[in-house]
C-alpha cells in the first residue's frame, strides 16, 4: 500500500584532479573494470503547490527540500512514503505517462541526482526515482545493505506502486544494485541501463597500493567500510568529507546548491551515515552474491554508460562479464555524475535504448 507523504554549475576543474581521473581509469581497467563499485558512492497532489517539496506542506521544516527543481516539476510528480512490508517505508518520487521506469541513484546522492532528465523522461514513462534504503527520505535499519536485499526493496517497492515488470536504470552502487536486480528477478525486468561503477565479485578488483593521485580518489571504498571509525571521523565534519567526495570525481562541478542538499541530507538525522556506509559495510555479502549470479549471465539488453573523463569504457567492460548482450556509450567532457554533469546527453542515451521497450508497451495497451 502506498501512502502519500506528507547558481548555475561551475565548470571549472583542476589540472589534479583530471591526472587524478586519467590514473583512475587506468587502474580501474587494468583490473577488468574493478570489483568495488566506485560510488561515491512530496505528496503533490493535484491540489498541492507545486513549487513546495512535500516536507514543506507537511510542515516537517527539519527535512532538507529539494532546491532549484525544474519548472512546474511538481505539477508532473509526487513524492511519497510507500510502505514495502517488514515495517520499512521507502521514499520515492514518481509521476508520468507510459511504462514503468525505475531510476536508482548512487552514494552519497538521492532521488535528486536524477532531477534533470525526469521531466522529459516522464513524457515516456511513469518514473520511479527512489531512495535507497537507509538514503535520504528513505528508513534506516540497521542492517539489509546488501545487493541482494536492497533490490528486493526495490521490487517490493514497485510491486506496491502496481509495476510487476519495468525497465531500470543505476547510477554509481545503483548499478550493481541494479544488476542485482535484473539478475535475482529476471521476469520483472524488461531492459537495464547502468552508468560509472564496476561490479564486486564479478571482475577482479583494483589493487590496494595505487598512485597518490588513484589513493585521493579510491580511498573511501576501503575507508566506507570499517564498521565504526569512519562514522565517528565524519559526524560532525559531513561537509568536509562529502564535498571532497562530490567534487574529486566531477569533470563539471556539480552546483553549489545540489552539493548542498546531498549534505544536509546526510546531517538531517543522527542514523544518516548508517545508511550511507551501510552499502560498502555489507560488500563481503554483495561480493558472495555475484560471485553466485555471474555464473548465469544476464541475457536482457543492457546499456552501460561512462563518463570519458571518469570511467570511460569501464562499465560496459565489467557488465560484459555478467551479460550476453551489452552496449556502450561513453559522454564525451564528462566525469561521474553523468545526469548532472551531461543530462542531455545521458537522456539521449536512455531515450534511445528504451525506445523499443515504450514501442512494445505501447502495442500491447
Known amino acids: 500500500m502506498t501512502s502519500v507523504v506528507p547558481n548555475e554549475p561551475a565548470n571549472g576543474h583542476s589540472a589534479d584532479a583530471s591526472n587524478a581521473r586519467m590514473s583512475r581509469r587506468g587502474v580501474i581497467r587494468a583490473a577488468g573494470a574493478g570489483a568495488l563499485a566506485l560510488g561515491l558512492g512530496g505528496g503533490a497532489l493535484a491540489a498541492a503547490a507545486p513549487t513546495a517539496s512535500a516536507a514543506t506542506r507537511q510542515g516537517l521544516s527539519s527535512v532538507p527540500q529539494p532546491p532549484h527543481l525544474p519548472a512546474g516539476f511538481w505539477n508532473t510528480f509526487t513524492s511519497r512514503y510507500v510502505n514495502i512490508g517488514g515495517g520499512l517505508r521507502l521514499h520515492a518520487v514518481t509521476g508520468g505517462d507510459g511504462p514503468p521506469l525505475l531510476l536508482v541513484h548512487g552514494w552519497p546522492e538521492t532521488w535528486y541526482a536524477w532531477r534533470l532528465l525526469m521531466p522529459a523522461l516522464a513524457r515516456d514513462f511513469q518514473v520511479v526515482a527512489v531512495d535507497q534504503r537507509g538514503i535520504g527520505l528513505?528508513?534506516?535499519?540497521?542492517?539489509?545493505?546488501?545487493?541482494?536485499?536492497?533490490?528486493?526493496?526495490?521490487?517490493?517497492?514497485?510491486?506496491?506502486?502496481?509495476?510487476?515488470?519495468?525497465?531500470?536504470?543505476?547510477?554509481?552502487?545503483?548499478m550493481p544494485i541494479s544488476y542485482a536486480l535484473a539478475a535475482d528477478h529476471r521476469d520483472q525486468v524488461d531492459?537495464?541501463?547502468?552508468?560509472?561503477?564496476?561490479?564486486?565479485?564479478?571482475?577482479?578488483?583494483?589493487?590496494?597500493?595505487?598512485?597518490?593521485?588513484?589513493?585521493?580518489?579510491?580511498?573511501?571504498?576501503?575507508?566506507?567500510?570499517?564498521?565504526?571509525?569512519?562514522?565517528?571521523?565524519?559526524?560532525?565534519?559531513?561537509?568536509?568529507?562529502?564535498?571532497?567526495?562530490?567534487?574529486?570525481?566531477?569533470?563539471?562541478?556539480?552546483?553549489?546548491?545540489?552539493?548542498?542538499?546531498?549534505?544536509?541530507?546526510?546531517?538531517?538525522?543522527?542514523?544518516?551515515?548508517?545508511?550511507?556506509?551501510?552499502?560498502?559495510?555489507?560488500?563481503?555479502?554483495?561480493?558472495?552474491?555475484?560471485?553466485?549470479?555471474?555464473?548465469?549471465?544476464?541475457?536482457?539488453?543492457?546499456?552501460a554508460i561512462g563518463g570519458a573523463e571518469s570511467l570511460g569504457e569501464g562499465p560496459a567492460e565489467s557488465m560484459k562479464l555478467a551479460a550476453d548482450n551489452v552496449q556502450a556509450v561513453v559522454i564525451p567532457d564528462c566525469g561521474h555524475w553523468v545526469a548532472e554533469e551531461a543530462p542531455e546527453q545521458t537522456l539521449a542515451a536512455l531515450t534511445a535504448f528504451l525506445a523499443p521497450y515504450r514501442a512494445t508497451a505501447a502495442s500491447t495497451s
Open 191 to 303: 531492459r537495464l541501463a547502468v552508468a560509472e561503477a564496476a561490479m564486486p565479485g564479478v571482475a577482479p578488483s583494483p589493487p590496494v597500493f595505487v598512485s597518490a593521485a588513484d589513493n585521493n580518489q579510491l580511498f573511501h571504498l576501503m575507508f566506507n567500510r570499517l564498521t565504526e571509525l569512519n562514522t565517528q571521523l565524519v559526524t560532525g565534519r559531513e561537509a568536509i568529507f562529502f564535498d571532497y567526495e562530490i567534487a574529486i570525481h566531477a569533470f563539471k562541478q556539480l552546483p553549489d546548491y545540489a552539493v548542498r542538499y546531498y549534505v544536509d541530507n546526510l546531517t538531517y538525522r543522527r542514523d544518516a551515515l548508517v545508511g550511507s556506509f551501510g552499502w560498502y559495510r555489507a560488500l563481503d555479502t554483495t561480493i558472495a552474491q555475484n560471485e553466485q549470479r555471474k555464473t548465469r549471465p544476464l541475457t536482457l539488453p543492457v546499456l
Open 138 to 174: 528513505s528508513d534506516v535499519p540497521a542492517d539489509g545493505y546488501d545487493t541482494g536485499t536492497l533490490a528486493d526493496d526495490l521490487v517490493k517497492l514497485m510491486d506496491a506502486l502496481g509495476h510487476r515488470q519495468f525497465a531500470l536504470v543505476g547510477h554509481d552502487t545503483g
